[in-house]
Structure formats: structure tokens, C-alpha cells
């Protein structure tokens, strides 16, 4: 298992991946660390947790550095990626305590309520993308509830998935409560058949979902899905356009254009639309692409050179369905896998910009008659995960947003974007289940009823 470093291409530390036996030790490991983990009380998970944040924020520019070198995340993002890690750790151990007590409720017993138990251990398939914030928005809700996880991490980014293990036995968590499976993807449905896997959580691509959602079913194992997005926002006549276009390219942009909920469909009515893809396309144009180590980067290399050129064949194919490319679309002379800021306008139903995700710095730019018609094209999309609508209207978009568009969450004047306080997930092909805020903590939890006659 080797980590790329995918701004030149070279091979930064080969990792040996575990056995079989290996595997299965590490499992039951983590299920007898589990029966003891699970009567540790609030108050101690909690300030295991909190020194997690801590050490994480100490560490988060070596950490930042690692995420450059194995998928090259600009470097200021990766900061801002450990932040957050150390919120959601900060945020579960001040609040899970509150989210899982008891709930009484009356009926004709003497006494009647529900409780939250934890249920085992939870396997976790992860991707490269943001390799330390989608492992901890599943992990600090996790423990905090008195599970105990595994992780299958990207095989790209190993030395993160290890990094991650050490953080949690260096903030003092007990042994085994969390565990790094170096492994592939072939060998994740042997890990949901171990007895001791009690659920699933998977951030990927809805192929990936639907063979893991397939796999546990057909065990009666509990999944939580975040999968693809194809995130439409919409621009009406009346938005601030200078704001709009700021924040549809810093959503388009971030992570170089490798997030499911980035803006990747920006609908346009028709009587701006000649000035707002004026105004992208310039601000696109004056973004820097480079060395993720460089403080100046807006645009790093993609994560991998074959996930740059499937994105290069969708731009190809595109364009040879009818869109017209308006900015970049060509693989850059040079090692590694970069791409160019690109735009595709003239795009109509059927066209791949149309109906495909495409996860990389690609912005397809659709033009509506009206704001029926730009609902109608948001909606038209085999993906749920996110949706933003920008307008003075505030009533009217408050509208939009929680009843006309079909997504998992929706933002008014505002890029999409996950937070611990919130549930976070989507529907259709992006996925189900909820990630983050009360509801997520809930989802690998037995939500068992008592009874007292």
C-alpha cells in the first residue's frame, strides 16, 4: 500500500497491509475493549475527548502537511480541516451526555421511558478527500455513545489513517477502543461479516454505498450512507451578484474541487446569466493553482492522476455532447495530477455536466428561463446531498430551501457546509442516514424502550 504524493507523482512510504489474522485480532480487540468502554461514564469520555482536541490542535500543521503530501490538499485548508476535527470532538463532549439521556414518556405504566445504549463496534469506510474530518465527525459521536470503532481507511492516504490511530491512544483513550484496518476495498466484505461488526458508516461514492449497503443488509446490519452530490445553486435576478459569484467559486473550489458538497451545478436565470458567467468566469481565471505547501495555492494537484483524467474524459465527453468549455479544460503540461479551473456553459438535459458528479475544480454554468424552471433543473438530478439558493427574497428563499428543493441541506445566501451543531447527510443517491447534531449520535445507538407495569 503505497501513498503518492500527487503534486509529483513520487512514492512518499510504502505501508505493509494487515492479514486476515491480523484483521480479525484487531476486531475482537476492539469488541473486548468495548464491553468495558461502554460503562465508562459521560464524564470521562468526555475529557478523553477533549484532550483528542487539544492534541489535535498542537498538531494540527504537521498534520495539515501529511494531508498535502498523501492528497494534496492545499495547506491552509488542511489547517482549517484539523479545526474542525477538534470542534466536533469539543462539541460531542460537551453535548452527548444531554443528547443521550433517558426520555420518559407517559402511558399507563408506573414508568415508561427510552434509553440510548451503545451497540458494539462500528466500522467506518472512509475516504481520502478530507481524511481526517470524515473520520472524526463519525468517531467523537461514536465514543462519545460508548461505541468502539474500526476504520477502513483510502488506500491513498495511509499515513493519515495512522496518524489518526496515535492520536487517539495519545489523548489517553483506553486500548483497542479504535483501530486502523490497513486494508483494500476487497477486503471490506469479509470485515461487515465479523461477528463482532455490529453497523457501518461510509462516505463514497454511491457504487461504493450501494455494494456496502448490499453487503450489511444482507447480514441485518445497520449503514449510514454519505455518498455522491451534484450540489445546485441557483442564482436568481434579484442576488447580490458580486457575493453570489464570490461564494459559488469559493464552494466550487475548495478542496480543488474534491468535496460531495461542493457547488458543482450553478442554475442561472436567464436575465443575469451573461453577467454572472462574466464575473465567474474572472474570478475562476485569478485563482492560483500549485504546490499545496505553498501559502499562495488556491488549487492543488487532484488526489490522484487517474481520478484527474476521468475527470478530463468527462469534460471531453461533455463537450462533445454540446457543452461549450469557457475556461481550461486541458491537462496541464507538468508532473502530477493538477487541472485547470474549467467552466462548461451550454449544457442541456443529457449532457454528462448535466447529470454526473464531477469531482474537480469543473464548474457547469446552466441557464433557466425563470426561477420554476431553475427548481425544476436543481431537482432534475439523481443526487440529494446539498443546495443553496441565492436572492434579496429572503421569505421566498426560505421557501425554496426548506420545501422546493430536494436535498439533505439547503442554505439561503451561503455555500453548503457541514457542521457538528447540524444534522448532515442526503437522499436519493447521495445517500441516508444522518451524520453530526443530535440526530447523528442516534444512529448507531439501541433506542430501546423500558416499561414498568
Known sequence: MNAINPATNEIVKNYIEHTSKEVDEKINATHEAFLNWKDVSFKERSKLLKKTAKVLLQRKQELAELMALEMGKPLKQGIAEIEKCASVCEYYAENAAVFLQS?????EASKSYVTFNPIGVVLAVMPWNFPFWQVFRFLAPALMAGNTGVLKHASNVPGCAMAIDALIRESGFPENVFQTLLIGSKEVDAVIEHQHIKAVTLTGSTQAGKKVAAKAGSLIKKTVLELGGSDAYIILEDADLQKAV??????RLINSGQSCISA???IVVQSIADKFIEQFKALMAAKKIGNPFETFTDIGPLA????????HDQVKRSVAAGAKCLLGGEIPDQPGAYYPPTILINIKKGNPAYEEEFFGPVASIITAKDEQEAIFIANDNSFGLGAAVFTEDKIRAEQIASELLEAGACFVNSLVKSDPRLPFGGIKESGYGRELGLYGIKEFVNIKTVFIF
Do not use: N
Open 103 to 107: 426520555e420518559e414518556v407517559k402511558t
Open 246 to 251: 464570490e461564494i459559488c467559486v469559493a464552494s
Open 264 to 266: 458543482k451545478r450553478f
Open 304 to 311: 490522484r492522476v487517474d481520478l484527474r483524467d476521468e475527470l
